[in-house]
């Protein structure tokens, strides 16, 4: 089976300042990794994916993320955030031959204006 | 619209007393997924259904809970007795197979259950 630990419940910074949300995995098996963002009152929206080839992943909204395998990490991280980036993160894994998917807990980003 | 929809939105019930939600998948996507997610957790699976058949279920889905996708599009997750550890956001999420090794799950708005 698989597992995810999101190190930080809670992260607040200031506008336009860089961040990086953690998140490490646990798996017997190759996996794909995911993060997700959740609005107020809304469902999942992906924001980036790691399948295979590069480690280095962008998705939407300026952000991007580090697949190392390693460290069993795939940190989250955006050079500049807005007041807009304020929502829950969740980080997601599923093992490459698997068909449901392992949540973190999650991290609250809150960006300070 | 042509995402993930789900009703209803809230649900408010009294304990013992029985409820069904219902998930409206994106247009021909075959998989669809149910998951809970209770405050200050990420979502956990339940259930997953490629087409109209139940392929695997967690073991949080006891035998209060039900799940159908009886024409392979709409799926319904019924609640017999209603607890209050029941209270949660249920979400549908659905893909489409084959595709993308991986590819994504996209996710419904969730439908919030509170049991008084």
């Known amino acids: 089976a698989q597992s995810v630990t999101q190190l930080d419940s809670q992260v607040p910074v200031f506008e336009e300042a860089p961040v990086e949300l953690r998140c490490n995995y646990s798996?017997?098996?190759?996996?794909?990794l995911f993060w997700y963002v959740q609005y107020p009152n809304q469902g999942l929206q992906l924001l980036l994916k790691?399948?295979?080839?590069?480690?280095l992943v962008k998705g939407i909204n300026g952000f991007e993320a580090e697949f190392n395998k390693s460290q069993t990490s795939f940190h989250l991280r955006k050079p500049s955030v807005h007041i807009s980036d304020t929502a829950e993160y969740f980080c997601?894994?599923?093992?490459?031959?698997?068909?449901?998917?392992?949540f973190g807990t999650g991290t609250r980003l809150t960006v300070i204006p | 619209d042509t995402g993930v929809s789900q009703n209803p939105r809230h649900k408010i019930t009294k304990r013992g007393q029985n409820v069904t939600f219902r998930c409206d998948p994106i247009s021909e996507h075959n998989r669809l997924y149910w998951y809970r997610q209770t405050l200050g957790q990420g979502p956990e699976f339940l259930t997953y259904?490629?087409?109209?058949?139940?392929?695997?279920k967690s073991r949080l889905l006891s035998d209060r809970f039900s799940a159908e996708r009886p024409k392979g599009s709409f799926s319904t997750l019924e609640i017999q007795r209603t607890e209050q550890g029941d209270s949660a956001m249920y979400l549908c999420?659905?893909?489409?197979?084959?595709?993308?090794?991986?590819?994504?799950?996209?996710f419904g708005p969730g439908t919030r259950l509170t049991v008084l």
């Open positions: 999420a659905s893909r489409i197979l084959p595709g993308l090794a991986g590819g994504e799950q996209f």
């Open positions: 790691y399948l295979s080839g590069s480690t």
């Open positions: 259904f490629q087409n109209e058949a139940q392929l695997e």
């Open positions: 997601a894994v599923t093992g490459t031959g698997a068909n449901n998917l392992f």
């Open positions: 798996s017997s098996v190759s996996v794909y």
